[in-house]
């Protein structure tokens, strides 16, 4: 069974830097890894997805140019590397996985829900 474990979040100023991490279970070499957020209010958001077989990827425009994905397929995890946070990134950050595209899980809008999600990780950014 797939299980994801996400670390890395925390407190940090404006302009900051953090690294998430998503370590899963098993072998991911045949799925999408993505990175969703929910902020309190907020509509959740797809953020960024990785292809672990091919490594093609997609970053929202919201975080474009400031958050990058890559993948360690050897060690199982996935990473999203955030600058220049602002304090609208603040929100709860989930890894998600499942056989399909990145195209899918991060473009089209979604009919299913990714099949398997990490815990979470809170990610707060202010002064």
């Known amino acids: 069974q797939l299980q994801l474990v996400e670390s890395g979040g925390g407190l940090v100023q404006p302009g900051g830097s953090l690294r998430l991490s998503c370590a899963a279970s098993?072998?991911?070499?045949?799925?999408?890894i993505g990175w969703f957020r929910q902020a309190p209010g907020k509509e959740r958001e797809r953020v960024s997805c990785?292809?672990?077989?091919?490594?093609?990827?997609y970053t929202a425009d919201s975080v474009q140019g400031r958050f990058t994905i890559s993948r360690d397929n050897a060690k199982n995890t996935v990473y999203l590397q955030m600058n220049s946070l602002k304090p609208e990134d603040t929100a709860d950050y989930y890894c998600?996985?499942?056989?399909?595209?990145?195209?899918?899980?991060?473009?089209?809008?979604?009919?299913?829900?990714?099949?398997?999600w990490g815990q979470g990780t809170q990610v707060t950014v202010s002064s």
């Open positions: 998600v996985a499942d056989r399909t595209s990145v195209h899918a899980m991060c473009v089209v809008p979604i009919g299913v829900p990714p099949a398997y």
């Open positions: 098993v072998s991911l070499d045949y799925y999408v």
């Open positions: 990785i292809s672990m077989s091919d490594g093609s990827t």
